[in-house]
């Protein structure tokens, strides 16, 4: 149980142009699903918390108006990349907390999304 | 001083030595711990939370000094597949109405060798 997928798993785009990362909580229900990015030989770094049917907490640095995050449903979180550049470049995981988490909260991680922006 | 610490290695070690990571954390309101291991390339995994008491899993031991801000994994008996990055990582507890957040260390990578 407690399965994370993200779709697209890899992405190449041209410099200007979106892209949208969904990510789902298969087999539970999510109150809270979390952004992520990687960049190479790095740590996580928390970019955003997504909270269904509220706005998104941005971590200090990071736009809200680049990194756009829909929480529409309790199964589905998306990224969008707007505009995005070559620094953008970068592994972009999410992770899911279980509705019934207890005092410690398990957070499941997705198998990330690879962008290449050219 | 970065939130959570770690020595980044590598740790170069023989199949079945023992090896041991440490981690130190700047918040001392810190509520809860982890050990995750990450592979080349894909999402971190859970590996075992960290008490206060001391947890054993299999061939991993993880100990948690809240006085010193320090956490450690121990690995006995090293095998080939242990090899990857750990990552020690802290979760803070969020206030009222707030989610509690990972706060992640760099990772310490481990190789095991035959």
Redesign the interface.
Known sequence: GAVVSQHPSRVICKSGTSVKIECRSLDFQA??M?WYRQFP??????MA?S?EGSKA?YEQGVEKDKFLINHASLTLSTLTVTSAHPEDSS?Y?C?A?PLTSG?????Y????T?LLVL | RKE?EQDPGPFNVPEGATVAFNCTYSNSAS??FFWYRQDC??????LM?VYSSGNEDGRFTAQLNRASQYISLLIRDSKLSDSATY?CVV?QEGGTG??????????TRLQVTL
């Open positions: 109150t809270t979390f030989k790095k740590s996580l770094m928390l918390t909270n907490t592994f995981i992770s907390t005092y410690q909260e398990t957070q991680f997705g198998p990330g690879r | 959570v509520q809860s390339r894909k999402e971190p995994k859970l939370s990552l979760n707030t989610a509690s957040k990972l706060t992640f260390g760099t990772g």
